[in-house]
T-cell receptor, first 112, second 111 residues
Framework: EAQVTQNPRYLITVTGKKLTVTCSQNMNHEYMSWYRQDPGLGLRQIYY???????DKGDVPEGYKVSRKEKRNFPLILESPSPNQTSLYFC???????????FGQGTRLTVV | GESVGLHLPTLSVQEGDNSIINCAYSNSASDYFIWYKQESGKGPQFIIDIRSNMDKRQGQRVTVLLNKTVKHLSLQIAATQPGDSAVYFC??????????FGKGTRLHILP
C-alpha cells in the first residue's frame, strides 16, 4: 500500500529537549516536505527536499532541521524545542513539486 | 505572507445541493493548482489538480475551475454528501520549488 508514515503520532516534550519526528515513504518519490498546521493559519511549509542530499527552507524554517540521506526518509529535527513549536506536523511526498502529494497522518507535538 | 487565500472560512450546504468553494491567488506566475480535503484527525488528501493551460477539469463529482484573468480558483462538489464534510485547502505552485497552501474552508453539510 502506497503510504507516508510518520512517527510518533503524539509527543509531549519539555523545552530544550532535542527530538526527531521520522517520515518514510514507499512510493520512490523525489519531493518530500514538512508542514506545520496551526488554527487559522492553514498549512505552512517548513522544509522541503527535491531529492537525496538536496534540502531547502520553506516559509517557516526557524528552529527546525531536516536531512535526506535516503530517498525514502525525511526526518524533522527540533534541536531545542520551544513552546511556540507546539503544533500539528505533516510530512508529504510526491514525484515532483507540481504533482499530487501524499500526506502522513500527522504528529501532534506539545512542548511544555 | 501567503499568496493563496479563501473567500469564506466556513460554508454550510444542504445535503444533495452543490457546493462551491472559492480560492484567490495573487501570483500570476503560478501554473499548478491543487485541492486537498482534510477530514478530522487525518492528513490532507488529494482531490483534483489543474495546470494553467486549462480552465476546467472534472473528476468524480468534483470540478475545478481556473480563471487566470482574475486569479481565481474554485472547487465544485456535485450532490454534496455527509462524507464531504471536511476542511478544503487550495494550494499553488509558481513554477518554483514550493507549494503554498491557503488557510482552508470548512464545509458543513446540513441534513
Amino acid at each position: 500500500e502506497a503510504q507516508v508514515t510518520q512517527n510518533p503520532r503524539y509527543l509531549i516534550t519539555v523545552t530544550g529537549k532535542k527530538l526527531t519526528v521520522t517520515c518514510s515513504q514507499n512510493m520512490n518519490h523525489e519531493y518530500m516536505s514538512w508542514y506545520r498546521q496551526d488554527p487559522g493559519l492553514g498549512l505552512r511549509q517548513i522544509y522541503y527536499s527535491m531529492n537525496v542530499e538536496v534540502t531547502d527552507k520553506g516559509d517557516v524554517p526557524e528552529g527546525y532541521k531536516v536531512s535526506r540521506k535516503e530517498k525514502r526518509n525525511f526526518p524533522l529535527i527540533l534541536e531545542s524545542p520551544s513552546p511556540n513549536q507546539t503544533s500539528l506536523y505533516f510530512c508529504a511526498s510526491s514525484f515532483m513539486v507540481n504533482t499530487e502529494a501524499f500526506f502522513g497522518q500527522g504528529t501532534r507535538l506539545t512542548v511544555v | 505572507g501567503e499568496s493563496v487565500g479563501l473567500h469564506l472560512p466556513t460554508l454550510s450546504v444542504q445535503e444533495g445541493d452543490n457546493s462551491i468553494i472559492n480560492c484567490a491567488y495573487s501570483n500570476s506566475a503560478s501554473d499548478y493548482f491543487i485541492w486537498y480535503k482534510q477530514e478530522s484527525g487525518k492528513g490532507p488528501q488529494f482531490i483534483i489538480d489543474i495546470r494553467s493551460n486549462m480552465d476546467k477539469r472534472q473528476g468524480q463529482r468534483v470540478t475545478v475551475l481556473l480563471n487566470k484573468t482574475v486569479k481565481h480558483l474554485s472547487l465544485q462538489i456535485a450532490a454534496t454528501q455527509p462524507g464531504d464534510s471536511a476542511v478544503y485547502f487550495c494550494a499553488e505552485n509558481n513554477g518554483g520549488d514550493k507549494i503554498i497552501f491557503g488557510k482552508g474552508t470548512r464545509l458543513h453539510i446540513l441534513p
